[in-house]
């Protein structure tokens, strides 16, 4: 893993919130743990709540015990690693409060006899990021272009035109450069290890396209419902949720070209084109692209679960989508007239991400029929989650005095081919920020671009009202109706590879 090379700061607007105690302050520390966070450093978290500086420790401490990839944090490191901890309250609205952090910051530099690089994350509601940054802006801590970084969480925007709106008003304040627009799929080690795939295998390259491959699909599975979050869901739903951002992303660096170096313009200019390229259905045909659903009560892995509309937090009459399947187009020479069939949803009957490029069948069956009875089309499996890792699935000759041909496969698992746990995503992308590298992060246009592809679907699911949304019971793989997206197309479903009964 990578090392920090400098002293950092990082503020984390919301340090009170959710992402922080899950998922932020779990990667810090871990990365601390791997010496790939380089001292001096501190982590300031910034919020509304009235927190005591040890109450805001023990909640982090809390988070690290549950949420950490290496189980609960051992005495002796977190009292050495929680004395980087501060807390500062905050309204977001008040100027004293940031003139309050510029002194605390230059404290710092002082303290620390080097300039810190500033990592500023929201991880905040979208609606405070524009007074926030303003803020920030005013009281001069964004000014430092070099090390002053501002991290922006999804979602980014409601829809294409928010999403515009917001990239102008940053734009306006601050260059390309500064701003990171966070996706943590794209800090995924198998999601990352797709470029190396594709692109560092003579092997593979010259199979991913038209000729060779009949199709693609993209499951992300969850089997959890919306948790504490139903105020959030319930006014985003499953497509702005996932398929505008991480579906996208996997589907852009599954269809992408060969990029000419591993430079971030280079990268974000390459999945740019693939998003250009997927096709906008007109009003005519969209319904044939596109399903929804939403889940009602039911068992999922054997315990009996509330239906979304019982969710706390969410409108006991909603019509918003927790399921969501796609068909898309990508109109240019590699891929056209190969399907992207995309799907994602909650209270499914199991948590799984998954791509699965399903080959062509061979162009001539030359084995009798009674050798092929249950043959399968080859298959890749990639692995994001979890058992991470690459299945390719083919045909072989069954050992016997006759030509039987059974489907079997080869693996490579991370677990056993490196045998470290892998950093999460949010190590990989905190690190990324530090260094001042974006390859990882969406541009400004990726993030409008992703807008307009999905634009089509929300118009029309706008049109269409609530009168057509199809309900499924939790731990099942969503409506009929999404099964008929696929199956109209003479396919199917496949279930993601670590779900299958053993
Ligand atoms: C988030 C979504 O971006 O990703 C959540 O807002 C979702 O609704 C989560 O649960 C899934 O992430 P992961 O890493 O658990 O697959």
């Known amino acids: 893993m990578a090392t920090t090379t400098s002293p950092t700061a990082f503020v984390i607007f919301g340090g009170g919130g959710d992402l922080t105690w899950r998922k932020l302050v779990p990667a810090l520390y871990n990365l601390w743990l791997d010496g790939a966070l380089h001292e001096p450093f501190r982590v300031i978290g910034v919020d509304l709540k009235e927190m005591t500086p040890a109450d805001f420790t023990a909640r982090l401490r809390d988070g690290v015990d549950l949420f950490s990839r290496r189980g609960k944090a051992e005495e002796e490191p977190w009292a050495r690693f929680a004395e980087h901890l501060s807390y500062l309250r905050a309204d977001f609205a008040d100027k004293a409060a940031f003139a309050a952090l510029a002194a605390e910051l230059d404290g710092l530099d002082r303290a620390w006899e080097a300039p810190a690089v500033r990592v500023f994350y929201l991880s905040t509601p979208p609606s405070v990021v524009r007074p926030l940054v303003q803020q920030l802006c005013d009281a001069g801590l964004a000014a430092d272009r070099e090390r002053a970084r501002i991290v922006c969480e999804k979602p980014f925007g409601h829809d294409l035109e928010s999403a515009r709106e917001l990239n102008a008003f940053l734009n306006g304040l601050l260059p390309e450069s500064q701003i990171y627009r966070i996706d943590h ?19 593979q390259e010259p199979l991913w396209n038209r000729r060779y491959i009949d199709h693609v699909q993209i499951t992300v599975a969850e089997a959890v419902g919306v948790e504490s979050r139903g105020g959030y869901y319930d006014h985003a739903g499953a497509l702005r949720d996932m398929v505008q951002n991480h579906l996208l992303q996997v589907l852009c660096l599954v269809a992408m070209e060969p990029p000419v170096t591993f430079d971030a313009d280079e990268l974000r200019n390459k999945k740019m084109d693939v998003l250009r390229a997927i096709r906008r259905p007109g009003p005519e045909l969209v319904q044939n692209h596109v399903e929804r659903g939403q889940y009602s009560a039911g068992w999922v892995r054997g315990e009996r679960v509330p239906g979304y509309r019982e969710e706390p937090g969410v409108d006991p009459a909603s019509t918003t ?61 990639l692995r994001i989650q979890p058992h991470e890792g690459i299945v ?35 190590e990989t992308l905190l690190l990324d920020v530090v260094e001042g590298d974006a390859t990882q992060f969406m541009r400004g246009d990726q993030v409008e671009e992703a807008w307009e592809v999905v634009l089509p679907f929300l118009q029309y699911w706008q049109q269409q009202g609530s009168a057509d949304l199809p309900r499924y019971p939790a731990g099942t793989w969503g409506p009929e109706s999404a099964h008929g997206l696929i199956a109209r197309d003479g396919r199917v479903w496949v279930v993601p590879s670590s779900l299958e009964e053993p």
């Not at 490029?357 to 890749?380: C, K």
């Not at 039987?404 to 081919?417: G, M, N, W």
């Open 185 to 203: 799929y794209l800090g995924k080690e198998p999601v990352q290890n797709i470029l190396a795939f594709r692109f560092a295998n003579t092997v």
């Open 321 to 381: 989508e927790t399921f969501v399947a796609l068909k898309l187009w990508i109109d240019n020479w590699r891929w056209q007239d190969v399907p992207f069939y995309l799907r994602t949803g909650k209270r499914l009957p199991g948590q799984a991400s998954e791509v699965c490029i399903q080959f062509r069948p061979v162009p001539h069956q030359a084995f009798p029929a009674s050798a092929i009875g249950e043959m399968e089309p080859n298959r890749l499996l």
């Open 392 to 426: 390719m699935r083919f045909q072989a000759k069954r050992p016997g005095s006759s030509m039987r041909l059974a489907t079997v496969e080869t693996l490579f698992s991370y677990d056993s081919a490196f045998g470290t746990s892998e950093p999460e995503a949010y």
